[in-house]
T-cell receptor, first 116, second 114 residues
């Protein structure tokens, strides 16, 4: 149980285009989902926290207009990287916590983004 | 604010040897503590967690960790390492509140020699 999927697993795009990444909780309802960014050989840095039906809370230094997060249902959150640039290339990982069990996060497999 | 320190960037052990990965945390209250494992190009898998109670917690794949409040530590151990254990290991501390945000250490890369 507690499986989280991400789609796509990897994506290559041209500079200036927008890319959408989906995060789904497959077998549970997730009231809270988290988006992380991981640079090569680095730790995970929390970008934002999203609660179903409300606006995401962004960490300091994360541009909310560039990284659009939508959490429209209890099983789906999306991250859209708008007007992507090469410096946005990274590994993006989402996680989700069970409704009523916020203390434990279950992680997706990640999405590798390469912006040319 | 909470923080996590994993002093060892890279550890190499022989298959069958014992393993201990160190983790120290800083948090004002009783922490929620986690160990995650990440294989190359993959997401994170939860190995074990500590919230309260018995300070020695058992996890999956034969791992265990011990919470020592006096040392602000939560070290991960395994008595006999398998080649498949080679991966990156992350210790994390969770804050309370409404969202339980996680703060991760920088990770320890484990290499297993045959």
């Amino acid at each position: 149980g507690a499986v989280v999927s991400q789609h796509p697993s990897w994506v290559i795009c041209k500079s200036g285009t927008s890319v959408k990444i989906e995060c789904r909780s497959l077998d549970f309802q997730a009231t809270t989902m988290f988006w992380y960014r991981q640079f090569p050989k680095q730790s995970l840095m929390l970008m934002a926290t999203s609660n179903e039906g409300s606006k995401a809370t962004y960490e300091q230094g994360v541009e909310k207009d560039k990284f659009l997060i939508n959490h429209a249902s209890l099983t789906l959150s999306t991250l859209t990287v708008t007007s992507a640039h090469p410096e946005d290339s990274s590994f993006y990982i989402c996680s989700a916590s069970l409704a009523g069990r916020p203390e434990t996060q279950y992680f997706g497999p990640g999405t590798r983004l390469l912006v040319l | 604010a909470q923080s996590v320190t994993q002093p060892d960037i890279h550890i190499t052990v022989s298959e069958g040897a014992s393993l201990e990965l160190r983790c120290n945390y800083s948090y004002g209250a009783t922490p929620y503590l986690f160990w995650y494992v990440q294989s190359p190009g993959q997401g994170l898998q939860l190995l074990l967690k500590y919230f309260s109670g018995d300070t020695l917690v058992q996890g999956i794949k034969g791992f265990e960790a011990e919470f020592k409040r006096s040392q602000s530590s939560f070290n991960l151990r395994k008595p006999s390492v398998h080649w498949s254990d080679a991966a990156e290991y992350f210790c994390a501390v969770g804050a309370g509140g409404s969202n339980y945000k996680l703060t991760f250490g920088k990770g320890t890369l484990l290499t297993v020699n045959p």
